[in-house]
């Protein structure tokens, strides 16, 4: 006979952070323990790719341990804009065409959607993008991570990284989304409510219960990195699952009792519209506080608002409508599939009908690197998720951040505007 084991011998309740970072590492590990980790997936962006190809080749002297594993992205400047940027692109396909890594070519569409759409993210693996918006993997319950380009770099040399595992916050939902409110107003409500440092280095672990679609789940976790965090988890559940097309193995949920830093409950029912006015992404409005703003450029796209939902929301509102000619309404589709399957349907036919310019699929002028930046003084209603001093071009330009509905009622009034005020919704 033994003596039944004091309580402490049994391993305490874990976070979906936590779960993850212990299967995919030799231990089981806790938030603030560092944890070596398996690597499933590295990404890389074109506006990165030189930096990685220079710590690859010349400082760590070596080649990808896992060609596989290994995606590069031409999308941020896409076509190239210039003699450099497409220097760095030609090297970024010689290198691809040396190593065997994947390169998906101009025009494919922007790294996050790309990966989700090319089944290169999965429930459990851990995905190290060298862009702050890797958070997005964390939709279909991917450790999804930004890394600059010296750690993507031994990642991709190793086929492991180490992190320290994050504190977690846990964000739950009550209600139901009323009509005309969508998964962008719940994630700026959410970044409102943690604050754009009030998460920092932590995951937010959301418990959807069986809520939100795969795009709208991609919108929540793309937010998460606009409050500071490391990653953002969405707790798989519901017909979600179903719509992952991929097992979700039983270790990525939580455990009852894991130990959380802060919990934040939204109230779906009761939100309404919303938008982040310049220039932090956590000064966030109800739309009708800021309606009638005079608005220079629309831009409906981006790896937050750029699918094919995205794209059917906008026409709801723009079919048999005008945009204001005062007004220019930019839409990217964010990847070759969405801009092949709007097309297919009849969405880009209606949204060009109503005035839209369209361009190639892509990051476009999120970042202000081209095809649409702005002037001083000009306005932009932007579907995007940041909206700093000078991120979409000169740094007396300022930009609002809403979802597509209401950038395409903006787009027709000219100014901001919900589709009711323009008989819509
Ligand atoms: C270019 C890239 C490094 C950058 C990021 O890390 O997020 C960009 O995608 C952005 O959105 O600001
Ligand atoms: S669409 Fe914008 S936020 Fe997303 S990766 Fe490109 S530049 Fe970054």
């Keep these: 006979m033994t003596d039944p084991l004091p309580t402490s011998h049994f391993p305490s309740p874990q976070t979906m952070a936590e779960k993850i970072l212990s299967q995919r590492g030799d231990k089981r590990v806790y938030a603030g323990e560092l944890a070596v980790v398996e690597v499933d997936q590295v990404m890389v962006v074109d506006s990165i790719v030189q930096s990685f190809i220079e710590r690859m080749s010349r400082d760590l002297a070596a080649v990808p341990k896992f060609p596989e594993r290994v995606s590069i992205v031409i999308d941020h400047v896409a076509p190239a804009s ?3 940027v497409a220097q760095a692109q030609k090297e970024a396909r010689e290198y691809a065409a040396a190593t065997g890594v994947r390169l998906f070519d101009v025009g494919r569409g922007i790294c996050h959607q790309v990966l989700m759409e090319e089944g290169l993210a999965r429930p459990g693996w851990i995905v190290l993008g060298s862009d702050s918006h890797s958070t997005t993997y964390g939709a279909v319950a991917a450790f999804g991570t930004g890394m600059g380009a010296t750690d993507i770099a031994l990642a991709a040399a190793s086929g492991k990284t180490w992190l ?10 009550s209600g139901e989304l009323g009509s005309g409110v969508s998964a962008k107003d719940v994630a700026l409500e959410m970044i409102r409510a943690l604050g ?50 991929y097992d979700v193995p039983e270790w990525v949920y939580p455990d009852e009792g894991a130990n959380y830093m802060q919990q934040i409950e939204i109230d779906l029912t009761a939100l309404r519209p919303r938008m982040s006015a310049p220039s932090e992404v956590d000064n966030v409005h109800d739309v009708s506080e800021l309606r009638g703003i005079k608005v220079d450029q629309v831009f409906i796209g981006t790896c937050t608002n750029g699918r094919l939902d995205d794209l059917h929301e906008a026409a709801a509102v723009l079919r048999g409508q005008k945009v204001d000619p005062s007004t220019r309404l930019l839409v990217i589709p964010a990847s070759s599939q969405v801009m092949e399957a709007a097309m297919a349907d009849g969405t880009l036919l209606t949204l060009i009908q109503a005035g839209a310019v369209l361009g190639t699929p892509g990051c476009g002028p999120c970042m202000g690197r081209h095809q649409g930046v702005l002037a001083p003084g000009e306005v932009c209603v932007s579907t995007s998720n940041r909206n700093f001093i000078g991120r979409m071009g000169d740094k007396d330009a300022k930009v609002y951040l809403a979802s597509p509905a209401v950038a395409a009622a903006t787009a027709i009034a000219g100014r901001v505007a919900l589709p009711e005020d323009v008989g819509r919704g």
Excluded: W
């Excluded at 977690?168 to 939902?173: A, E, H, I, M, W």
């Excluded at 606009?226 to 992952?244: C, N, R």
């Design 82 to 84: 210039t003699v450099s």
């Design 164 to 173: 320290r595992v994050p504190e977690s916050v846990k964000v739950t939902f």
């Design 196 to 245: 754009a440092d009030g998460a920092t280095y932590m995951s937010i672990e959301m418990h959807a219960q069986g809520r939100f679609t795969r795009g709208q789940r991609m919108t929540l976790a793309n937010l998460c990195v606009e409050a500071g965090a490391k990653v953002g988890l969405v707790v798989p559940g519901g017909e979600i699952l179903t719509d992952y097309g």
